[in-house]
């Protein structure tokens, strides 16, 4: 199957690559259809370096370490020197409220549903004396079947 389309590259093709694939990717945004075109090229392996220059090899870890500080990264150089960056607890530990606040808002997000629940199956039931606005019904009917609770934000 062969197809012409206005391509605009944002950057061109490197001359000494070999494409390897080539396909076309459709997505909708909105009501529109988005095309764009993916080349995947390989290029030799060209090692580049600096001549009569030091030069530092930067390796990102983001390793938790015992003491709950956090190994960001680890470094050596060209004369033999080495070393790692470290982000210390006291930094680290302003995370923890993140996941505390993740926890309670969990927790909210399942009292509603079940409060929800539990007014929509009383509102069922016979001779039931739960009468709900029709406002307060339309708002909450998808809430039972919410799954993530980031959504609602």
Known sequence: MWVELPVCL??????????????????RIGVEWVYKVVITVRTPVVEKRCAGRPA????????LQEDRSLEVASWKDSEGKSGTVI??????????KVVDL???RDQYH??????????????????????????????SFAVVSWRNPKRRV
């Open 110 to 139: 399942n009292h509603a549903k079940a409060a929800v629940a539990l007014l929509r199956s009383l509102r069922k039931k016979k001779n039931s004396d739960v009468l709900l606005p029709p406002w307060f019904l339309e708002e």
């Open 87 to 96: 982000m210390p607890v006291t930094t680290t530990s302003q995370f923890d």
């Open 56 to 63: 530092v090899e930067l390796t990102l870890n983001w390793k």
């Open 102 to 104: 993740q926890s309670i």
């Open 10 to 27: 944002h950057r061109p093709l490197p001359e000494n690559g070999t494409i390897q694939e080539a396909s076309i990717v459709r997505r």
